[in-house]
């Protein structure tokens, strides 16, 4: 079974940077891609970023494009997340997905807010 777990949400404020990592354990693991993805109060859940694990191809929603990278480290099996010059509107749980075969992991989940 594999496990994603989110680190490093937490209070920023308005033009400041954060980074949130998510990391996997379980059985080897081995994706194909990794992504974050973000609900805020009332909203459905949102495509943010992701990357293939072989490779490193990303992709961003329009939002966040060019203020956020996503990157991995595929020896830690982790995915990161680097945001800068945040506002307002990026507050939110932020949730890392891994896709292994047809099979989709969730982690918990993190929080960021960020205030003006």
């Known amino acids: 079974q594999v496990q994603l777990v989110e680190s490093g949400g937490g209070l920023v404020q308005a033009g400041g940077s954060l980074r949130v990592s998510c990391a996997a354990s379980?059985?080897?693991?081995?994706?194909?891609?990794m992504g974050w993805y973000r609900q805020a109060p009332g909203k459905e859940r949102e495509f943010v970023a992701a990357i293939w694990w072989s490779g490193g191809s990303t992709s961003y929603a329009d939002s966040v494009k060019g203020r956020f990278t996503i990157s991995r480290d595929n020896a830690k099996n982790t995915v990161y997340l680097q945001m800068n010059n945040l506002s307002p509107e990026d507050t939110a749980v932020y949730y890392c997905?891994?896709?292994?075969?047809?099979?989709?992991?969730w982690g918990q989940g993190t929080q960021v807010t960020v205030s003006s």
């Open positions: 379980g059985r080897t693991f081995s994706p194909s891609r």
């Open positions: 997905k891994g896709t292994v075969g047809a099979m989709p992991y």
